[in-house]
């Protein structure tokens, strides 16, 4: 005899809810983890089986973890195609982004593409904006500071623009970032000085400087990873 789940009959599964009719009955709250994977996957299982696959994928992966993938990493995993992927990682951008509006615990900064996800309101702009990120000891986002609107010089950007709120918000290091209106992410020797001296100024000031990311509408680019300090 089948057991009816809701409406289903599904050979063998007695009380057991499927992860999107318990979402429905009890809200996200209330589901593990793997069933939160479930409904993100969407796949074509039914009832425990995609439990098990989401339970394996889980066993092996953190959802932290998942979330530092890209699509090349992802589809590698046993269970989780290409277009399921996609959707994994459009999902986890929507997420970031909701945590740079303020939602939720402070977002984390672990890579450089961490940063990028906090400035898709400046990549498009067809002026420079300078902002500054304040971490924590933790690397998670304090607050964020639009420091300065045009071309970077000097006198646009001083360390002291950066650095009081830094220490106004008992920041342990400071991000950079700006974007390149014409989309080449190429640091020009006016970025380069400026940088250089910003990771001088936090020296002095005991905040480390842990990056400058420039951005464009398609690119970015890591100083730090680069080379340039």
């Known amino acids: 005899m089948e057991v009816g789940v809701r409406g289903r009959g599904i050979a063998g599964v007695a009380d057991v809810d499927m992860p999107r009719e ?3 009955r009890l809200g996200p709250e209330a589901l593990k983890d793997e069933e939160l994977l479930a409904i993100l996957l969407r796949t074509g299982y039914e009832g425990r089986n995609v439990l098990e696959v989401t339970k394996a994928i889980l066993r092996k992966h953190t959802p932290e973890g998942l979330m530092q993938m890209d699509l090349a990493a992802l589809i ?10 996609a959707g994994l990682i ?22 450089p ?10 990549k498009d702009r067809r002026k420079e904006h300078f902002v500054a990120f304040f971490l924590n000891a933790r690397n998670q986002v304090i607050c964020r500071e639009d420091v300065s609107v045009g071309s970077l010089n000097a006198s646009l950007v001083h360390p002291r623009e950066v650095f009081a709120p830094a220490v106004g918000s008992s920041a342990a290091s400071v991000i950079l970032a700006h974007n390149h209106p014409s989309g080449d992410v190429t640091p020009s020797q006016e ?18 400087v842990l990056d400058h990311i420039v951005v464009g509408s398609e690119r970015f680019l890591s100083m730090k990873e680069a080379g340039v300090f």
């Open 76 to 85: 590698q995993i046993k269970g989780i195609g290409r277009a399921k992927a």
């Open 191 to 208: 970025d380069i000085e400026l940088t250089r001296r910003m990771v001088q100024a936090g020296e002095i000031m005991g905040i480390e």
């Open 113 to 122: 593409s961490d940063v990028v996800g906090l400035l898709t309101d400046i």
């Open 22 to 24: 318990k979402l429905e």
């Open 90 to 111: 459009a999902g986890f951008e929507l997420a970031k982004r909701g945590l740079n509006q303020g939602m939720g615990i402070a977002p984390s900064i672990s890579r």
